[in-house]
């Protein structure tokens, strides 16, 4: 079962860093992490992903755990307009590419 | 580059009545995928093509969804007849097979 944990809510201050973290002991060899985020009223958008190493992009940067249970994604300096809901994902390649959501993080951005 | 396009962007049914949704994928895209996301909660999906191949169906409930891809292009998702339970956001995405995926605006549907 492709299942992925993450904190229900998180807060952030303005301009300073943000860790999202997520469980994810299920994962397999060759299954990814991507990570998603949806603003309100919007569909999601596409942050990472890895699969065994970190990974950057303009973005977002992802950290992933040695043992690739768990994986972090880091929002260098957080702005208002990163408030939205963050999902990390296992990403089942060896299915077709199926992208099955959790129930996300919802980040607020206080000024 | 377009991105994934939904229509209607908003419908208001009667509960028994049956509603379509409409998606034209990015162009080249052979995957297809259908979600419903009610509200507070993560996108579930429902439907996964490769090109006009269905991948994985297991919960798009069958007896009242139903879904198409006409010649691996466009799909569209049918309700027939709708619950209340049924109201939700329906969204539409696409992607390269293995690829990232791209979703649309969503359709958000309210069954009265």
């Known amino acids: 079962d492709a299942k992925t944990t993450q904190p229900n809510s998180m807060e952030s201050n303005e301009e300073e860093p943000v860790h999202l973290p997520c469980n994810h002991s299920t994962i397999s060899g060759t299954d990814y992490i991507h990570w998603y985020r949806q603003l309100p009223s919007q569909g999601p958008e596409y942050v990472i992903h890895g699969l065994t190493s970190n990974v950057n992009n303009r973005m977002a940067s992802l950290a992933i755990a040695e043992d690739r249970k768990s994986s972090t994604l880091i929002l260098h300096r957080a702005t208002l307009r990163d408030a939205a809901v963050y999902y990390c994902i296992h990403y089942l390649g060896n299915q077709g590419g199926k992208l099955i959501f959790g129930q996300g993080t919802e980040l607020s951005v206080k000024p | 580059e377009a991105g994934v396009a939904q229509s209607p962007r908003y419908k208001i049914i009667e509960k028994r009545q049956s509603v379509a949704f409409w998606c034209n994928p990015i162009?080249?895209?052979?995957?297809l995928y259908w979600y419903q996301q009610i509200l507070g909660q993560g996108p579930k999906l429902l439907i996964q093509f490769q090109n006009n191949g269905v991948v994985d169906d297991s919960q798009l409930p069958k007896d009242r969804f139903s879904a198409e891809r006409l010649k691996g292009v466009d799909s569209t998702l049918k309700i027939q007849p709708a619950k209340l339970e049924d109201s939700a956001v329906y969204l539409c995405?696409?992607?390269?097979?293995?690829?990232?995926?791209?979703f649309g605006q969503g359709t958000r549907l309210t069954v009265v």
């Open positions: 995405a696409s992607s390269f097979p293995l690829g990232v995926a791209f």
């Open positions: 162009s080249g895209h052979a995957t």
